[in-house]
């Protein structure tokens, strides 16, 4: 059995590497090695760069083994599902916490946890990651974010940064048991009985007992049973109002289904350091589904001008074809793009809106992720080629506990034509 401590440093994406000092990122790099970042960003075309390659960890999803390991006195990396909110009181409300373009409440996609070592403010991190179901709203986000340079454009993909220090109110200075004792060590803000990821701010005007984020879950909730279920909570004591769904269980046609992240290095995957005692890269053998869904994406690809990018790019992710998330937060680390079409450039990218200071890659988002999910391959179905995520580079510390971080979406070009 491992030790608390040990099992916190699993936790902790920044420390897997055997090397320290690879994986500490300065708070403040001094301007050359901010250049260097930059003039690197610049060269992402260049496939044939010969500098020392930032180490990969991968995020790969499994079936959490029990219920209960994913909530957020344990600081868990998570896909689908609701959200385990670290600071569980100061949700991000109102518009944040909605599309930009239909108005619907966003739905939680992901989540990593991912402390930087050496920044006492962020002792506690974690990204969280939100979407807008609706392809639609997606086609509409991807010509958006070319605008960041002209004010705050709408997103149908959000991403939220939240750190914590050690001593905080809500967990903790010591890690977690995971002897089923641990304790978060207050109660979180109520959150809407149907969605179980946003503020339940508005409550029922009958049974003055549910509660919703917004208008529209109000009306699906009482669509599909609470029209019942609010008479029986008005006729009868406190005792009956587990008609309410319990905090954390929400019906599963309401969000994604929901996995652990489970992350290893990409090194450990190359054909030639492959042991036969890594599980993991047994583990991605065994399952065929994704490297089918590769060949999809080599078809459609065919007949593409910008198929060297592609063949890059699939080189890489067939290394191990199950990932569904790339994180590496070096200042030499690059986001792989599937195709040289529609990459920002560092003038795309837009300064950190808190500290105004700049944003740097830190991960991304595979279009696997779409498989685990179940998500249909229908005209109007959700797809994305990749989804890189740009985090402040200090990982500041001022104004609201969920900082607004830049998503960057990358669809296929047999996507984007279909607006
Ligand atoms: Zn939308
Ligand atoms: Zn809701
Ligand atoms: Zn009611
Ligand atoms: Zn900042």
Redesign the pocket.
């Known amino acids: 059995m491992e030790s608390g401590a040990e099992k916190l440093r699993g936790l902790r994406i920044t420390s897997l590497d055997e090397d320290d000092d690879e994986t500490e990122v300065p708070q403040h790099p001094p301007p050359a090695a901010a250049a260097a970042a930059a003039a690197d960003f610049d060269d992402n075309d260049d496939e044939e760069d010969d500098e020392e390659e930032a180490e990969v960890t991968l995020g790969f999803l499994k079936k959490p083994k029990r219920p209960g390991l994913l909530l957020r006195h344990l600081f868990p990396s998570k896909a689908g599902g609701i959200p385990a909110w670290l600071d569980p009181v100061n949700l991000p409300s109102g518009k944040s916490s909605c599309c930009g373009f239909c108005g619907e409440p966003l739905q939680f996609v992901l989540q990593i946890y991912a402390p930087i070592e050496g920044n006492a403010a962020a002792f506690h991190r974690t990204l969280f990651v939100f979407m807008c179901p609706s392809m639609a709203c997606l086609l509409r986000d991807q010509h958006e974010q070319w605008n960041y340079n002209h004010g705050n454009p709408s997103r149908s993909v959000k991403v939220f940064r939240c750190q914590l220090p050690r001593t905080n109110a809500f967990y903790s200075t010591e890690p977690p048991k995971h002897d089923g004792s641990d304790k978060p060590l207050c109660p979180g803000a109520p959150v809407c009985h149907w969605c179980g990821t946003w503020k339940g701010d508005k409550i029922c005007s009958s049974c003055k007992k549910a509660r919703y984020c917004s208008e529209k879950h109000q009306a699906l909730h009482w669509r599909t049973g609470h029209k019942n279920d609010c008479l029986q909570i008005i006729s009868s004591t406190d005792a009956s109002i587990s008609v309410l769904p319990a905090i954390g269980k929400v019906p599963a046609s309401t969000s994604w289904p929901e996995f652990e992240i489970e992350i290893d290095s990409e090194v450990t995957f190359d054909s030639d350091s492959c042991s036969e005692n890594n599980s993991k890269s047994l583990v991605v053998q065994r399952h065929g589904k994704p490297d089918a869904m590769m060949q999809s994406w080599m078809d459609q690809f065919e007949a593409d001008a910008d198929n060297k990018c592609w063949a890059s790019f699939q080189e890489r992710v067939s290394r191990a074809p199950e990932q569904v998330l790339r994180y590496c937060r070096e200042p030499n680390a690059k986001p792989l793009w599937a195709l040289s079409a529609g990459c920002p450039s560092n003038a795309d990218i837009p300064?950190?809106?808190?500290?105004?200071?700049p944003?740097c890659y830190e991960f991304q988002i595979m279009p696997q992720l779409l498989y685990y999910f179940g998500v249909g391959n229908q005209p109007d179905s959700l797809d994305w080629a990749t989804i890189v995520v740009y985090?402040?580079?200090?990982?500041?510390?001022?104004s609201v506990s969920y900082?607004e971080e830049c998503a960057w979406v990358q669809l296929y070009p047999t996507t984007t034509m279909r607006r």
Do not use: I, N, V
């Open positions: 300064s950190c809106s808190y500290c105004k200071g944003l985090t402040c580079q200090a990982s500041c510390d001022q900082k």
